[in-house]
């Protein structure tokens, strides 16, 4: 089917209490064992890319990709730039065709952020196309992420003023979660989340999601999270799987051959964590 926005994917999730995996992808590879475990799990999915993987290719590159991927798929596939982090970036996505934005401005001050958001949504309202945006700042380092310092969470009223005020589809809060590896087990707010879900009202995002213990991922859907990010550990299943091919078989010369083993791996990985989110079987 085409590409879909995740406008209906996500109130969907949020009227019946579970969320919708986004999953990060880097090639060609990625982007088809997701849609695979999509597939095999009756799921809707979003594929996403961040800045520096649309520097790797191209945003014309991974939309071309994802969009055969969708048109050959069964389930509803949504194509979203996570963290674009700029105006410029969010507006060529929004032409090259992705259906989904996420404008990042949560290292600005909360008026810059506001008036930064505001822009993406009234550019993206007419066609609708979804709008991400966060408050907060998700800590730790994936790619050119970097979370910063100083106080970051969400702060409830603030995020009520921020949707109220812009008009955003979705709302990345920060409550403890983190980019990249985790050093130790993160230790999330639930009560700070419990508090933002009582005073907004659209679909909440969970990033750094990558290596949360899966009883804190449950608990954050039923208390309002609608889409949880993973990427970290997508990464390191492809990898190991062509590690593992090619340790079995050194002198492997055909791409397609290792790249079928990290493929395997990945399309395991995203149906559990499709499992943990609850919408196999929501397509």
């Known amino acids: 089917m085409p590409l879909v926005t995740t406008n209906e994917m996500l109130l969907k999730a949020q009227k019946e209490h579970y969320a919708v995996g986004a999953f990060n992808a880097e090639n060609l590879e990625m982007v088809m064992a997701i849609v695979a475990a999509a597939e095999k799990s009756n799921a809707p999915v979003i594929i996403q890319t961040t800045p520096s993987t649309v520097k790797y290719a191209g945003l014309d590159y991974y939309l071309a990709m994802v969009k055969t991927a969708a048109e050959r798929a069964s389930v509803p596939v949504a194509m979203h730039l996570d963290h674009g982090d700029s105006l410029s970036l969010a507006m060529q996505a929004l032409r090259t ?18 008036a930064l958001t505001r822009k993406v949504v009234e550019a993206c309202s007419p066609s609708g196309i979804s709008v991400e945006a966060e408050l907060g700042k998700v800590g730790g380092k994936e790619d050119d ?25 979705s709302l990345a809060v920060a409550i403890g979660t ?9 230790k999330l707010d639930f009560d700070r989340l419990s508090e933002i879900r009582k005073v907004v009202d659209i679909p909440l995002v969970l ?21 949880v990010n993973f990427a970290t550990e997508l990464r390191i299943a492809y990898s190991n799987g062509v590690k593992a091919y090619m340790e079995k078989d050194p002198e492997v010369f055909d791409p397609k051959k290792y790249s079928k083993v990290g493929m395997q791996e ?5 149906c559990e964590k499709i499992a943990l989110c609850g919408s196999n079987n929501k397509a």
Do not use: W
């Not at 065709?97 to 952020?113: A, L, P, V």
């Not at 990033?207 to 889409?227: F, M, R, T, Y």
């Open 97 to 114: 065709g992705y259906t989904s934005i996420m404008i990042d401005g949560s290292h600005e001050s909360f008026e810059d952020n506001i």
């Open 145 to 169: 992420l970097d979370g910063g310092s100083g106080n970051p969470y969400t702060d409830p009223a603030e995020a009520k003023e921020f949707v109220e005020r812009t008009c955003v589809n």
């Open 178 to 186: 983190a980019h990249g590896l985790y050093k130790g087990t993160p």
């Open 207 to 227: 990033h750094g999601a990558s290596g949360v213990p899966d009883e804190a991922v449950q608990k954050s859907i039923e208390l309002g999270i609608c889409k």
């Open 266 to 270: 990945v399309t395991k990985l995203v």
